[in-house]
């Protein structure tokens, strides 16, 4: 879109053409005490290179992922970003895009979505993935509104060992709805579901498990989906960690209806906690009730392939209170950036990153647990997260870390007062194997320095 | 020029119910289905159902919109066009034959009254069309 100013006297014609004395009139239905009388207060205004050297002053307060070993993991993950993606999203046809409404002038930007889906259908194994929603958590939260209208039931079982901010925003999103969430919670033993003690019933909408779960560990999804379709409930997975699926069973396979998840692995940046990318994929004849929209092929009258957004007949510019959907966020910058990942790596690339993830935490996980006064907690098997547990302080062992660089991992008694003992570690490709040792160098003097 | 058949009444919202005894057949026009263009969907009811007049009882997906089906008078659903899930197409066809949408038990006969004849719907349409 061009920037275009107006003078005083533009504004003034224009308000006249429209039969207006004055541009507040627009906003009349606005109540009077909602509406902003005196001039935003605001500093004064300052020189552009004033601006960027507050701007530096303010970054240089944070640390990057570049200048700290990360062993942080939950929901975020710092991965290798080819610098191929960095340079293919920067041409103006992509970051500057509208919605494409248009297809005759949207072509590629279509065509990028179109590809996209078809790699998200690939690696979840389902019919049909949605053009990318604002991010896991509302992905998530949408995935148990749509299983609302496909069931026409309010029972919702959600595992304790889905991400407690995904819970959270479930929550949120259903408070006014009538909703009734279950907790399934977790076996103490092995950190997964006990899939007996998940009990759908006739009124159960869906169960909403995660795999890799927010401990890492790999849960059961088969036979859960069994004990959900038993009843007639759906099964949602959450997939916060979308590497996994370059190793294990895409859950299309187990049985999933929807799956659900964080595309920001897939050579977004972590960006200090967004935007990310929600991945949404079902199957197709629960098409209709899928959240936003779909891009599909279509060929026109002379037999040519072109691509067009489907299903946004549904969406919320259209349906208003009845569309399936009322988050406008489509984050198709960020799923080009992993439309291209996935392009560039490749099935074998993702099995690759997959794999050394799986090996450079079963590394670190086995020296860690070799240590006096620390254990792995759960009994399972887990892609690239584990739990700690430590007979010491866990936030002075996590400060201990951090005075070396090392931001060691997430002390989960926040989310889980059972396991105030216990933190959450993450391993990825990034880490080079000495940092993995000098982890455990720095946990070694911790433990003899007492 | 849309067809408006003799033997049906009308709504406002362009739906015609073809009355049998205490039963009806609903559907949608002539006018209705070449104003929505090509059909890609028709969501309807279960048997069993009951809605009162003018409730939405589904909803007609075209390439353009998503429209709302009305009741144009109370009943309980006894029967549905389960042909138009592979063939939606069929409403665009022969929207007063094949495309018909679902069958009703009438709760309120009286409620006919407040519908349409054939003339003055097609007289309806026309200031429709005036006004666009």
Redesign the interface.
């Known amino acids: 879109m061009r920037y275009i100013p107006n003078s005083a006297e533009e504004r003034a014609q224009m308000v006249r053409e429209i039969g207006l004395s004055d541009v507040s009139d627009l906003f009349r239905p606005i109540p009077e005490k909602f509406r902003l009388r005196e001039p935003l207060r605001l500093p004064p205004a300052q020189a552009e290179s004033d601006v960027l050297a507050l701007f530096r002053r303010l970054a240089a307060e944070n640390a990057s992922a570049g200048e700290m070993t990360l062993f942080l993991g939950a929901g975020a993950y710092h991965h290798f970003i080819p610098s191929l993606i960095d340079a293919l999203i920067s041409r103006a046809e992509f970051y500057t895009s509208y919605t494409p409404y248009q297809p005759e002038i949207s072509q590629g930007t279509l065509q990028a979505i179109f590809e996209y889906q078809t790699l998200i259908c690939q690696i979840t194994g389902m019919d049909v993935a949605s053009a990318a929603l604002y991010d896991g958590s509302t992905a998530l939260a949408e995935a148990v509104l749509m299983a609302e209208r496909l069931t026409d039931r309010r029972h919702v079982i959600l595992a304790a060992t889905v991400h407690p901010e995904y819970r959270q925003v479930v929550q949120t999103y259903t408070k006014t709805l009538g909703f009734d969430l279950t907790l399934a919670d977790y076996d103490r033993e092995t950190g997964c579901l006990d899939p007996t003690s998940v009990r759908p019933t006739p009124d159960t909408a869906a169960v909403v498990v995660q795999s890799p779960n927010f401990f890492g560990g790999i849960e059961d999804v088969e036979t859960l989906a069994e004990r959900a379709h038993d009843v007639g409930a759906l099964l949602i997975v959450v997939v916060t960690e979308p590497i996994s699926l370059g190793l294990l069973r895409p859950p299309g396979s187990c049985g999933a209806d929807i799956v659900v998840g964080e595309g920001q692995s897939f050579g977004v940046p972590l960006s200090f906690g967004g935007p990310y990318l929600g991945l949404l994929a079902t199957r197709e004849k629960f098409v209709?009730q899928m959240p936003g929209r779909i891009v599909g092929q279509a060929f026109d009258h002379q037999g040519r392939r072109g691509f067009v957004l489907t299903l946004a007949?549904?969406e919320q510019f259209?349906?208003r209170e009845?569309a399936t959907s009322n988050i406008c966020t489509s984050q198709e910058l960020c799923a080009l950036m992993a439309a291209i990942y996935l392009c560039t790596l490749g099935p074998q690339g993702l099995r690759e990153v997959a794999f050394q993830n799986l090996q450079k935490a079963a590394y670190l996980s086995r020296r860690i647990a070799r240590l006096p006064g620390f254990s792995l907690r759960f009994r399972h098997s887990f892609f690239n997260e584990f739990v700690v547990r430590t007979n010491r302080p866990v936030n002075q062992v996590l400060r201990r870390l951090q005075q070396e660089k090392i931001l060691g991992g997430l002390a989960l008694g926040q989310f889980y007062p059972e396991l105030g003992d216990c933190f959450l570690v993450c391993v990825t490709e990034t880490i080079p194997r000495e940092e993995l040792d000098r982890y455990v160098a720095v946990l070694e003097q911790e433990t003899s320095s007492s | 020029m849309a067809n408006y058949p003799e033997d049906c009444l009308y709504t406002r919202e362009h739906e015609w119910i073809r009355v049998e005894d205490d039963t009806g057949v609903i559907g949608i026009t002539d006018y209705a289905q070449a104003a929505l263009g090509d059909i890609v969907y028709v969501e309807l009811p279960s048997v069993g159902d009951s809605f009162s007049q003018a409730e939405p009882f589904g909803n007609v997906e075209s390439v353009k919109a998503v429209s709302e089906l009305f009741m144009p008078v109370s009943g309980e659903v006894i029967a549905v066009n389960e042909d138009l899930t592979d063939s939606p197409e069929l409403v665009n066809q022969d929207p007063y034959g094949d495309g018909w949408m679902i069958k009703i038990t009438i709760s309120d006969p009286d409620e006919l009254e407040t519908l349409m004849s054939a003339s003055e719907y097609e007289e309806f349409v026309k200031e429709e069309e005036k006004g666009k």
């Open positions: 209709r007949t549904r259209i349906r009845k």
